[in-house]
């Protein structure tokens, strides 16, 4: 099982949504995130004054999936976060040791499906 | 001069001014929320376009003189006369009455920005609002009201029924199908992202409507008293329908739905509220509703067109029933200016009249609006933004700012 994390642009997420359903994943979770990085702030001017911000809002999606799945999971969300801009965002993978279903108690790849 | 009628329009004028701030509350919470700066913005720019073109010549271009019965001339352009002595104008208060005007034709346009919700350059809305202005209000303002050919023919629109909801409504149609869909129309849900700002909005609007339909008595008489009523009554009557529908067909009643109920109610009065008995304000409520929602729920998706916030299945159908239902209700022992009786009276005559006006307010608005909208284009080369400046939302891209800065506690 693999934990694909994801930091995107807000405006990509309608998008995203269509990774559900082409991919067949039973489920993600999305944040709204502050950050900074390689695209710096922006400026806004409040009555003439010019006011930095420094930090930009971002979507955070979070998802677990199968081994097998992850490949096919990153390649879509890169294909659909892609502007081609600073400001894209960063893709994380990490291994994930075990899961548990609540409702039913299952465990392992089978809480994950 | 009568002292207590131009209290009365001062008031009435300054209620019909908070409508559309109200509007901006009411539009402003259907959109998504990364572009409610700019549907405010749609509105809140008229105060200042339209307030100052009406200054300069729309007032005279409304009611000065007539020019083939389609539009007036340019004597009084920039208010040049004087309202305190000149005994030839046609109302004792004059003045007073370019200042109420005037507020309508500032609310007019701004109904229609609905339409185009979302996916408008503002540059393209300023250009296009001020063109609509010109070719498509004054002229039907004073074919309506100022002595043109609407006025001859006799029918009657009390309050701006033909003037302000069916030109815009249609209008927005027009230029919503001209400006084209949102990008993910279709494919996503744009639902309302602040339901209390359209009540909020919806809460304004009642209000300014008694200055809208009360202060269209034009004098502080048994005539604003009557419309003040009818107007009261007919939105009560249409939200309740609108509710009883959501019950019968989604199960709960919903305040987004009381106030989209109220203000149909509200539009649906305004051509006849000093013209039809309040037990009539109650029947024009009541089915005003069911019309709009069948407008909105079938004929829209049937046709597909993208009229974001519904102006067309709100102002403009709710518009066309009001003048119908003008034609079918209406009494001479209410008001004398109206000629005929209406048709559930046995008379024919006001009801093809009523028709045949609303036919020809349509043909001016689609007409005028698809010039408008070619002008508009090539002066600012396109009307819509791009797909991407769309994604990022109308408030960053249009205006550099946003409304909900603070959403995690960043600032």
């Known amino acids: ?113 | 001069m009568d002292h207590g009628d131009v209290a009365w329009m001062l008031t009435s004028s300054a209620m019909v001014l908070l409508m559309t701030p109200g509007l901006a509350f009411f539009y402003g919470g259907f959109v998504k929320r990364k572009n409610i700066i700019n549907t405010l913005m749609s509105s809140v720019i008229l105060m200042g376009v339209a307030s100052v073109l009406w200054v300069l010549i729309g007032f005279s271009l409304s009611f000065s003189g007539d020019v083939a019965g389609i539009i007036g001339n340019l004597k009084w352009a920039g208010m040049n006369f004087d309202g305190m002595t000149d005994t030839t104008l046609p109302y004792p208060n004059t003045l007073a009455f370019a200042v109420f005007q005037m507020m309508f034709a500032i609310i007019t346009p701004a109904l229609m920005t609905g339409a185009v919700a979302e996916r408008m350059k503002f540059s393209s809305l300023v250009v296009f609002t001020a063109i609509w202005s010109i070719i498509v209000y004054y002229p039907l303002a004073h074919m309506v009201w100022g002595g043109g050919i609407l006025f001859d023919i006799g029918s009657v629109d009390f309050a701006g029924g033909n003037v302000v909801h069916i030109s815009s409504g249609v209008s927005a149609l027009v230029l919503a199908i001209f400006l084209g869909k949102r990008k993910n129309y279709g494919r996503t849900a744009y639902r309302p992202h602040n339901a209390p700002f359209i009540f909020l909005g919806a809460a304004l609007l009642w209000f300014g409507w008694f200055g809208f339909n009360a202060g269209s008595a034009l004098g502080a008489n048994e005539l604003a008293i009557h419309a003040f009523l009818t107007t009261n009554t007919a939105a009560a009557s249409a939200m309740l329908s609108w509710l009883l529908i959501e019950v019968l067909t989604e199960g709960k009643p919903t305040i987004v739905g009381a106030s989209t109920g109220l203000v149909i109610g509200l539009v649906s009065i305004t051509p006849g509220a000093g013209f039809v008995p309040v037990w009539a304000a109650v029947v024009i409520g009541a089915l005003v509703s069911p019309i709009c929602y069948f407008f909105i729920t079938v004929v829209k998706k049937k046709f597909g067109y993208d009229d974001a916030l519904d102006v067309f299945g709100c102002h403009g159908v709710g518009g066309i029933w009001g003048g119908i239902a003008t034609g079918i209700f209406a009494q001479k022992s209410i008001n004398p200016a109206v000629a005929w009786n209406g048709l559930i009276f046995g008379d024919i005559n006001l009801f093809l009249r009523q028709i045949a006006a609303i036919a020809l307010t349509i043909a001016i608005a689609v007409a005028g609006t698809l010039i408008a909208g070619k002008i508009t284009s090539a002066v600012t080369q396109g009307i819509k933004v791009s797909p991407k400046e769309e994604d990022i939302g109308l408030d960053a891209t249009q205006h550099g700012e946003s409304a909900y800065p603070a959403f995690n506690g960043m600032d």
Not at chain 1, 35 to 59: S, T
Not at chain 1, 74 to 82: C, F, G, L, N, P
């Open chain 1, 1 to 113: 099982m693999k934990k694909i994390e994801a930091f995107i642009r807000p405006e990509q997420l309608e998008d995203m949504k269509e990774i559900l359903d082409t991919l067949q994943l039973s489920g993600l979770s999305i944040m709204q995130v502050m950050g900074c990085g390689n695209q710096k702030g922006w400026k806004e001017f409040v009555r003439g004054a010019e006011i930095d911000y420094q930090f930009l809002p971002k979507i955070k999606m979070e998802m677990i999936v199968l081994d097998e799945q992850a490949d096919s999971v990153v390649d879509s969300i890169v294909s659909k976060a892609y502007t081609g801009e600073f400001g894209d965002g960063k893709i994380f993978i990490s291994d994930i040791g075990d899961a548990v279903r609540i409702r039913t108690g299952e465990r392992g790849r089978k809480a994950v499906r």
